[in-house]
């Protein structure tokens, strides 16, 4: 079985191409919690094909609320799938075992965690304090409606306590404790609760949602702007580009619709028309020099490679939730700039490129570290370099499966080896 990919874009480094993104795996991974706590009320449309996606849609599917054996459920590398399933199982009839992947493990859920056992839960963390896996006995018998939450560390946390709150007898009032990092995330789950009729009422740092009753209702997912991201970097790096993005919308749940915002820094326009976004290169000198990506840190991946392709000294803030994610980001990034002669400096917070030693070899090797995000966001890097070898080519599927064939679609030449 071939585990790399090699990239590379013969002659002029023109693009113009159709690319019809999968949904958003943020929005269908609330979709169908929401569906499975509605008994059937709200059903979902344009389900993603994202891997993430459809480890919860057949986890939702297989699980057993009627018997006393205890189930596992595995998640996999699925955040998400992680952190809504230990809100949603705590509130059915079961007993559960949660676990994912070894880096999964490494992953915290204690906030979360501790939070549903201070209104009644029982969670036990089987391995160690503070993280997956853990053994869920339900259904919670709730004791108090008031929850104190770190804001901080993962939104997924107070998303996943929201979705639970309206089908909870005493609903709740989350009080988000610090900084709300990830914000627009939050506000998406509220979005989407308001579409199935669950009200709330959002009061300077405390969220509160009564019991409430679920509408029938079909929940429209978007295509990803995350995964779009990718594009406006392809853009950003070739001669010319016109590559058009069918399904996306100026107003979007997507927090990284700002990509739209962001890029146009780098002189990609983008024209919403005919239902879709057209990208467009137009020459433009880059002069921004801070980025904040606090909300939007999915992105931080993406824009950071095209500041270093472009050796721009780019400084960024909003990066402290990247140690968590599917890998170390900032590491990985250091690791994997350092290839062209990048470096990636942390300073009080803040990141500093210094592209000072840019320089692109004829070749190079980018290690992925189970992160689809590391393998999508150095594939541009063929604009520039002869080949880009990708390894463990299979991460993109956690949210893009087609990602390799998309590019091949437009121009890219895409050797599986
Ligand atoms: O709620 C969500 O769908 C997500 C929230 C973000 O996580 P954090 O809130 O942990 O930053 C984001 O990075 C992740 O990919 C998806
Ligand atoms: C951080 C991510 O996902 P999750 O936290 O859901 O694993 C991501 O997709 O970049």
Redesign the pocket.
């Known amino acids: 079985m071939s585990k790399n990919v090699l990239l590379s874009f013969k002659g002029n480094k023109q693009i113009d191409t159709e690319i019809k993104l999968t949904g958003s795996k943020s929005e269908c991974n609330r979709a169908l919690i929401i569906s499975a706590l509605s008994k059937g009320l709200v059903s979902v449309d344009n389900l993603s094909v994202a891997a993430?996606t459809v480890t919860l849609n057949g986890i939702l599917s297989g699980l057993k609320t009627d018997n006393s054996q205890l189930q596992t459920v595995d998640v996999g590398?699925?955040?998400?799938a992680m952190r809504f399933l230990t809100a949603y199982l705590a509130i059915q009839n079961g007993d559960f075992l949660l676990t994912g992947t070894e880096r999964m493990k490494q992953r915290p859920i204690g906030i979360l965690a501790e939070a549903i056992k201070s209104i009644g839960g029982n969670i036990t963390y089987l391995e160690n304090d503070g993280f997956p896996p853990l053994q869920i006995s339900g259904p919670l018998k709730q004791t108090s409606s008031k929850v104190k939450i770190k804001g901080d560390i993962s939104s997924?946390y107070i998303s996943a306590l929201l979705m639970i709150a309206s089908s909870l007898p005493l609903g709740l009032t989350l009080e988000i404790e610090g900084e709300l990092t990830s914000k627009p995330y939050v506000d998406m789950t509220l979005a989407m609760l308001e579409q199935v009729g669950i009200r709330n009422d959002w009061n300077e740092n405390t969220i509160t949602i009564e019991p409430q009753s679920f509408k029938t209702a079909k929940l429209y997912v978007e295509p990803d702007w995350?995964a779009a991201s990718y594009w406006y970097a392809i853009a950003a790096l070739s001669d010319e580009a016109e590559i058009f993005l069918p399904g996306l919308n100026g107003y979007s749940l997507q927090g990284d619709s700002k990509i739209t915002e962001i890029m146009a820094n780098f002189g990609i326009t983008s024209q919403f028309k005919n239902g879709g976004v057209y990208l467009k290169k137009e020459p433009k000198k880059v002069e921004r020099k801070i980025f904040d990506l606090k909300e939007c840190p999915?992105l931080a991946q993406t824009i950071v490679v095209v500041c270093a392709a472009l050796g721009h000294d780019a400084t960024f803030t909003g990066l402290e939730t990247l140690k968590i994610?599917?890998t170390n980001r900032v590491l990985a990034l250091k690791t994997e700039l350092a290839k062209i002669g990048v470096k990636f400096i942390e300073k009080n917070l803040s990141y500093k490129l210094d592209c000072s030693g840019l320089h692109f070899p004829e070749k190079i090797t980018i290690s992925t570290y189970e992160d689809?995000?590391m393998a999508m966001a150095f594939a541009p890097l063929a604009l520039k370099i002869n080949t880009v070898e990708i390894e463990e080519k299979q991460v993109v599927e956690?949210?893009y499966p087609y990602f390799w064939d998309d590019l091949e679609k437009a121009g890219f030449t895409v050797v599986s080896i």
């Open positions: 993430d590398p699925a955040g998400t997924q995350s999915d994610k599917e689809h995000r956690k949210s």
